[in-house]
C-alpha cells in the first residue's frame, strides 16, 4: 500500500524558515518524480515544486523561487522542502504527492500544517 | 502560466442528479487533465487522468471528456458520498496549475 507521510509543518514567525519531510513506503520511491502541493485555509490547491527520481531536475512555482528548495534522500525514502524566508501567505497545508506524467499526482499524503504569522 | 477556470463554482443537487462539471484552460492543453475530489479535512483524491481516463477504483459514475481548452466531468448518478469539492488541473506546462474548484453540495 502507498503512503505519504508529511512532518514538519508548525507556527514560524515571519522571515523564518521551516523544513518539511515527507516518509514514502510501498512504491519504489527512487522510481517517482515527487511534487509538493499546497492549499491555503479556505483555498484552492497550488502546485509548489517537484524534483526528478535522482535530483537532478527540480522546477518551482515562480512565488517560491529562490526561498525554497526541493530535495530528496532515495536512501532513506524520504522528500524534504526546506522553506526560507516565509511569508504569510505561505500558510497553507503542505501535501506531498506521488508525481507521474502521465497522470500527475496519484497519490497524496495527509498534509502538514504551516503557519506564518507573528 | 496557463489559467484555469471552472464553472460553476457551486452546485447544488439531489442523489441520484446527473451532474456536469465544466472546465477551460487559457490555451490548448492537448488532454493533459486531470480531476479530483477532495472532502473537508481529507487530501485530493485522483478520479480522471489524461481527461477521460478512470483512475484504478474510481466509480464508473464518473467520466472525464474534452480537449484542448474545454472540458468537463460528469457523474452520471450522484451518490452521497460525492458531496466534495472538485479540482481540475492542467498537466500540459509548469506551473501544472488547478482550477479554483466546484463545490457540490446538497441540494
Known amino acids: 500500500e502507498v503512503q505519504l507521510v508529511e512532518s514538519g509543518g508548525g507556527l514560524v514567525q515571519p522571515g523564518g524558515s521551516l523544513r518539511l519531510s515527507c516518509a514514502a513506503s510501498?512504491?519504489?520511491?527512487?522510481?517517482?518524480?515527487m511534487s509538493w502541493v499546497r492549499q491555503a485555509p479556505g483555498k484552492g490547491l497550488e502546485w509548489v515544486a517537484n524534483?526528478?527520481?535522482?535530483?537532478?531536475?527540480?522546477y518551482y512555482v515562480d512565488s517560491v523561487k529562490g526561498r525554497f528548495t526541493i530535495s530528496r534522500d532515495n536512501a532513506k525514502n524520504s522528500l524534504y522542502l526546506q522553506m526560507n524566508s516565509l511569508r504569510a501567505e505561505d500558510t497553507a497545508v503542505y501535501y506531498c504527492a506521488r508525481d507521474t506524467w502521465l497522470v500527475r499526482f496519484d497519490y497524496w499524503g495527509q498534509g502538514t500544517l504551516v503557519t506564518v504569522s507573528s | 502560466d496557463i489559467q484555469m477556470t471552472q464553472s460553476p463554482s457551486t452546485l447544488s443537487a439531489s442523489v441520484g442528479d446527473r451532474v456536469t462539471i465544466t472546465c477551460r484552460a487559457s490555451?490548448?492543453?492537448?488532454?493533459?487533465l486531470a480531476w479530483y475530489q477532495q472532502k473537508p479535512g481529507k487530501a485530493p483524491k485522483l478520479l480522471i487522468y489524461k481527461a477521460s481516463s478512470l483512475e484504478s477504483g474510481v466509480p464508473s459514475r464518473f467520466s472525464g471528456s474534452g480537449s484542448g481548452t474545454e472540458f468537463t466531468l460528469t457523474i452520471s448518478s450522484l451518490q452521497p458520498d460525492d458531496f466534495a469539492t472538485y479540482y481540475c488541473?492542467?498537466?500540459?506546462?509548469?506551473?501544472?496549475?488547478f482550477g479554483p474548484g466546484t463545490k457540490v453540495d446538497i441540494k
Open positions: 524534483i526528478k527520481q535522482d535530483g537532478s531536475e527540480k
Open positions: 490555451q490548448s492543453i492537448s488532454s493533459w
Open positions: 488541473q492542467q498537466y500540459n506546462s509548469y506551473s501544472f496549475t
Open positions: 510501498g512504491f519504489t520511491f527512487s522510481s517517482y518524480w
